[in-house]
């Protein structure tokens, strides 16, 4: 069983930029395709990101291309979306999930992380 912890969410302008990180508790991220999903506040959750681990395969939503980019460190055992020119509304929770499948079909997807906030303000 993993178990992803995320961090790097905060408060920053339209236009800027953030870096989420999702580390892993227990075993190791090698096996799994790790996805961003995010919801906003009365909204449905909404997938952002996946990649393959071993391969580095990736997946991005239409409203991200361009602007986000997910990448992993093997060293660190850890997975980022670096996210540019930040919108109002890519404020959100955003969850860090392992999954064996690399969709963006959040119930495919194992083991959540609790969260990390990002504000986007105008």
């Known amino acids: 069983q993993v178990q992803p912890v995320e961090s790097g969410g905060g408060l920053v302008q339209a236009g800027g930029s953030l870096r989420l990180s999702c580390a892993a508790s227990g075993r190791t991220f090698s096996d799994y395709v790790m996805g961003w999903f995010r919801q906003a506040p009365g909204k449905e959750g909404e997938f952002v990101s996946a990649i393959r681990w071993r391969s580095g395969t990736t997946l991005y939503t239409d409203s991200v291309k361009g602007r986000f980019t997910i990448s992993r460190d093997n060293a660190k055992n850890t997975v980022y979306l670096r996210m540019n020119r930040l919108k109002p509304e890519d404020t959100a929770v955003y969850y860090c999930?392992?999954?064996?499948?690399?969709?963006?079909?959040?119930?495919?997807?194992?083991?959540w992380g609790q969260g990390t906030q990002v504000t986007v303000s105008s």
């Open positions: 999930a392992a999954g064996m499948v690399l969709t963006s079909t959040a119930s495919r997807y194992d083991y």
